[in-house]
């Protein structure tokens, strides 16, 4: 057996210009971009939260950096996520989805987006997509030092994913529902000690 101590991977890592990043965020320059700009700020217009809530969902099983690299592709792919366009999506824009390699071709996932435009608009009358997702924000929002601290999904993730289903939503699983959460700000779970935490303004 090994006496030598185990050594745990620093959670955060200095960079070259003093700030601290997750790992993740530290070295990629698109992940990194995409870290101090724009993950965990506030989104509350129905497209932002339309186009988030999508990507989210091409997202499972898949890197997010994946996705972000794609997400160009699936702009233009998805009418800039317009919910109204998207909406109105037949089998001849699957086919087209279907056959572009610039974006993630699962048709499940296509028609969940379609699917889920239609829901987006039927959410209109009764406040929105954006302020019906906000609703469900926590009284508290995680506190984490480590990776490990940062949960997966919360009681209010699990809620806001059944309450979409009910609403008619497709690939809204908890875990998915706690990621766009964190992704548009309802929670922050940026690392105690990163640079970014508390950047929403949400939970100062």
Do not use: C
């Amino acid at each position: 057996m090994s006496t030598e101590p185990t050594v745990t991977p620093p959670s955060l890592i200095i960079g070259a210009d003093g700030l601290a990043r997750p790992v993740w965020a530290s070295t990629d320059e698109m992940l990194r971009t995409y870290y101090d700009t724009e993950w965990g700020m506030p989104v509350r217009d129905e497209r932002g939260v339309f186009e988030r809530l999508s990507l989210e969902a091409f997202q499972s099983g898949l890197s997010w950096r994946t996705i972000l690299a794609k997400r160009p592709a699936f702009r233009a792919a998805f009418a800039d996520f317009d919910p109204d366009v998207v909406a109105g999506f037949g089998e001849d824009d699957v086919a087209r989805l279907m056959a572009d390699a610039g974006i993630v071709r699962n048709r499940a996932k296509i028609l969940a987006t379609i699917t889920n435009a239609n829901a987006t608009i039927a959410l209109r009358p009764d406040g929105g997509l954006a302020d019906f997702v906000w609703s469900f924000r926590p009284e508290r929002t995680p506190e984490p030092i480590t990776f490990a601290d940062v949960p997966t999904k919360s009681d209010e993730s699990s809620a806001l994913s059944k309450a979409l289903r009910k609403r008619g939503f497709a690939f809204v699983g908890p875990t998915t529902m706690y990621a766009l959460m964190e992704a548009i700000g309802i929670v922050d779970t940026h690392l105690i000690g990163s640079h970014r935490r508390g950047s929403s303004g949400i939970w100062g």
